[in-house]
């Protein structure tokens, strides 16, 4: 027998006796500290003992884990196919001259998106406002020791009758913008802007919730993906020195609900139609010609659809295409 540390061929942690014919004691002679152990070596005539045969649960129950993203995976569909499942519309895409419905940059927008929500909506929303008489926008130029400071300066004009045919996402945004003040620069909003942006995108998704174009229960279970993901994400990194086993099945979870995190939100059989007319108008700007243009000139169709291009991600392609048609100096005028 051996006491003591690893390796450790010392008998002085113990003693030994028979305290019966058949039975062998050992006692530890004092307290053992951390990492100290008694090892006992003890020949027997074979087949005296009948080897221990280990359960499944026993030999297989580590692999359990691996149930985990399974069952994660299986849920996740099954959610996903009552829930988020966007229904088709199998029809080539036709371009549209107009936005779709009327739609505003917000709803366009969030629709393209089944619901979710983008910061630049807004900034497309400010520039909708100003083609709709309800602001201006006006760039200017500050110099600070040797450099030049750019910033916008936004100003309020009272316009009642425009002003009634805002939704109430709209009307949110031009009086956050404002807050009792006619004229702002773009700079100051930076620090109390985004604490209206809950209500903003409250009241947008309403909008699209009663007008029946997105179920927002898969909106919901998109948000709630996300939370258990990180949990998992947590108590995967907690199990990795315990089970590598169990690390990976955690994590596999986690990225199972992330990816269905992102195709969970649905629209309705409207709101797919209202898409595809949506993919229509966004291939009539990709691909606007000088003839189609002329047809629109006299109601100014850069401005128009500007805030429009800025939704889709487009802005710089609709510049380059109406200088292409109008010319670099009318365009600058």
Not at 43 to 56: D, R, V
Not at 127 to 146: D, P, S
Not at 168 to 194: C, E, H, M, P
Not at 282 to 297: C, G, H, Q, S
């Amino acid at each position: 027998y051996y006491t003591g540390t690893l390796e450790s061929k010392s008998k002085d942690l113990a003693t030994y006796h028979w305290k019966a014919p058949n039975i062998l004691e050992f006692e530890s002679t004092k307290m053992l500290d951390v990492r100290e152990g008694i090892t006992a070596s003890v020949i027997f005539p074979k087949n005296i003992f009948t080897p221990y045969q280990p359960t499944f649960w026993e030999k297989y129950g580590a692999y359990s884990f691996l149930l985990i993203p399974v069952l994660i995976l299986l849920g996740c569909f099954w959610l996903w196919s009552k829930y988020g499942n966007d229904p088709e519309v199998d029809r080539s895409v036709i371009a549209e001259y107009e936005a779709p419905e009327k739609l505003s940059p917000i709803e366009m927008g969030m629709l393209m998106k089944s619901g979710a929500f983008n910061n630049k909506l807004i900034t497309a929303e400010i520039v909708y406002l100003a083609t709709r008489g309800l602001l201006t926008i006006k760039e200017t130029h500050e110099k600070i020791l040797f450099f030049d400071s750019k910033d916008y300066e936004l100003t309020r004009i009272e316009n009642p009758e425009a002003e009634q045919s805002l939704s109430a996402a709209q009307k949110q945004i031009l009086d956050s913008v404002f807050s009792g003040d006619r004229t702002k620069k773009l700079s100051s909003l930076k620090n109390s802007f985004y604490k209206h942006l809950p209500e903003i995108k409250k009241s947008a998704k309403k909008i699209l919730q009663d007008k029946g174009l997105v179920v927002f229960a898969g909106l919901h279970l998109a948000n709630a993906f996300w939370v258990v993901a990180i949990i998992m994400v947590v108590i995967s990194f907690i199990s990795v020195g315990a089970s590598l086993i169990a690390f990976a099945s955690f994590f596999l979870s986690a990225i199972t609900l992330i990816i269905f995190s992102f195709i969970m939100p649905k629209r309705t059989q409207a709101g797919a139609e209202l898409d595809w007319k949506i993919d229509g108008f966004k291939l009539f700007m990709e691909t606007v010609d000088k003839d189609r243009a002329a047809f629109y000139e006299k109601e100014n169709i850069f401005e128009k659809f500007l805030p429009y291009a800025i939704v889709f991600g487009i802005t710089k392609e609709w510049v380059k295409r109406m200088k292409e048609i109008y010319g670099e100096e009318a365009f600058a005028s």
